[in-house]
């Protein structure tokens, strides 16, 4: 049989020149990712406009490769950032080091950074990829598709309110 | 010599015709291969469920131009411990009699333009058949020197492969067409091309020897599944391993030049060359052609590769008997009837 196996393997080739190609064009198309996917950080704001991240760097130590760098400040009347004692003068994230493992997003006692859904994060210079806190606090301006949330997030509802 | 003398004599054609002639056909040729590589990777795509390039310019059209200037701007870098003579000399001997192979293929019947007569070929040998052996012989040269020269392992490998399987298959090729040769009683492609407008096409009378041709071309041109001299899994990349750049372009475009000069005997041989209803014969040249490279990439596709002692099991225990008795068989219908 071994002459009309190989024939038939020549019929499955040609007869999938006329399906259509399966592949997602990525730069069109960009596919939706999940609603719990690790992106690029945001910080976080309360509603009245103060800062959420008090500068406790407990972030930064439990970053398992290093790439947050906190430097902390006194909130004084005068100048008041924070809603806690200090602030984070300095706030930086070295993207290409981070790994996405949202670690830091654990360690927050104060919900200040999450994990964003931005993916695109390629830069042409590495200090690009230094993010700083007003590029953290600012609103992302890529819109990233996200699967439908009833679909494809966690079904354990205590945690679908966090994700 | 006088069958060294390129340019047919009978047709009174002055030099400077040939020599026009021969620089539009080696465009085509070179313009062939460019776009043969883009139709390669599209056809090939779309039976893998992708699309292909099609990122360059409108549905991927100038993709070959994209990556012939990527090649021209990558530094000719140079192995250390390679002999340099015959490092350069490899990549051009082999681009060399790939070019110099198409100018016997005729593609046409011959046109009178402004008194003058223009041959539908660059030149007419009486011997044009054995002239494309010989110059695919003397290519191979060009794939060991380049292979042994680069001194690497996988180099030397890989041309070594190159040099078993192009002179067993060479065996099989060659007998393959002798049933043509003794059908047409001549060696000149022209003859052979006439004598099938007058008669039948020889694939119907030599279908074995189609197939044969069509099989032994494939490892000729070391296209998959016999493409065991560039095994990438194995080999990295066989005899081309230390290329870079435009070198290694020369060595790719040498590799599909074979395969449409192979795919132009194949039409030629066997399939009427340029002769068709209707069409003027360039056309149909072109169309055959076209249909024969498709089948190429086809087998490309659908085929994985053979193992080595697949490979030489195939070539001498099946095709060179098959092509012997092909061979013997057309001779002794050929005298009887």
């Known amino acids: ?163 | 010599m006088s069958w060294l003398v390129v340019g047919s004599g009978s047709s009174g054609e002055p030099w400077w015709i040939s020599l026009i002639k021969a620089v539009i056909v080696i465009n085509l040729v070179l313009f062939g291969f460019a776009y043969l590589t883009l139709i390669e990777r599209k056809v090939m795509g779309r039976m893998q469920l992708r699309y292909g390039p099609n990122r360059v310019g409108p549905f991927g059209t100038l993709q070959p131009i994209a990556d012939l200037v990527k090649l021209i701007r990558k530094e000719s870098f140079f192995p250390a411990a390679a002999i340099d003579v015959l490092y350069i000399l490899g990549p051009f001997l082999a681009a060399f009699t790939a070019m110099t192979t198409f100018s016997v293929i005729p593609w046409g019947p011959g046109w009178t333009i402004g008194g003058y007569e223009v041959t539908g070929y660059v030149a007419d040998v009486p011997i044009a058949l054995l002239l494309i052996f010989a110059i695919g012989s003397l290519g191979i040269y060009g794939f060991i020197i380049g292979g042994w020269a680069s001194d690497s392992k996988f180099a030397l490998l890989g041309s070594m492969r190159t040099c078993a399987q192009l002179v067993s298959y060479e065996v099989s090729l060659a007998l393959s067409v002798l049933g043509v040769v003794i059908m047409a009683k001549s060696l000149s492609l022209v003859d052979i091309v006439a004598a099938q407008g007058a008669d039948i096409w020889y694939v119907i009378p030599q279908i074995v020897g189609f197939g044969i041709f069509i099989l032994a071309g494939t490892a000729e041109t070391a296209r998959a599944p016999f493409d065991l001299p560039e095994a990438e899994q194995e080999l990295v990349a066989g005899y081309h391993t230390e290329y870079g750049g435009m070198r290694f372009g020369l060595y790719s475009m040498s590799e599909y030049i074979n395969l449409i000069t192979l795919s132009g005997l194949a039409v030629t041989l066997f399939l009427g060359g340029w002769h068709g209803p209707w069409l003027p014969g360039p056309v149909w040249f072109v169309i055959k052609l076209a249909v024969i490279l498709f089948v190429f990439i086809w087998m490309r596709t659908t085929l994985p590769r053979l193992r080595y002692d697949q490979l030489m099991r195939f070539g001498w225990k099946v095709l060179l008997p098959l092509a012997t008795v092909n061979a013997v068989v057309t001779a002794i219908l050929v005298v009887w009837i």
């Not at chain 1, 910080?43 to 790439?67: I, Q, R, T, Y």
């Not at chain 1, 931005?118 to 830069?123: A, G, R, V």
């Open chain 1, 1 to 163: 049989m071994q002459p009309f196996g190989t024939l038939k393997g020549f019929g499955v080739t040609f007869k999938h020149i006329f399906k259509q190609p399966i592949t997602q064009q990525y730069p069109e198309y960009k596919r939706p990712v999940y609603p719990r996917f690790r992106g690029r950080h945001r910080l976080h704001k309360h509603a009245n406009g103060l800062e959420k991240c008090v500068g406790c760097s407990l972030c930064a130590a439990a970053c398992p490769s290093d790439c947050i760098r906190v430097v902390a400040a006194e909130n004084t009347p005068e100048h008041r950032v924070s809603a806690g004692e200090r602030y984070a003068r300095i706030y930086e994230i070295n993207l290409s080091r981070c790994i996405f493992c949202g670690y830091c997003e654990l360690a927050c006692p104060f919900d200040a950074i999450t994990l964003g859904n931005e993916f695109e994060l390629s830069e042409y210079s590495r200090d690009d990829l230094i993010y700083t806190k007003d590029m953290l606090l600012a609103e992302p301006i890529k819109r990233i598709p996200v699967q439908d949330a009833d679909l494809y997030d966690t079904p354990i509802p205590a945690y679908k309110s966090s994700s």
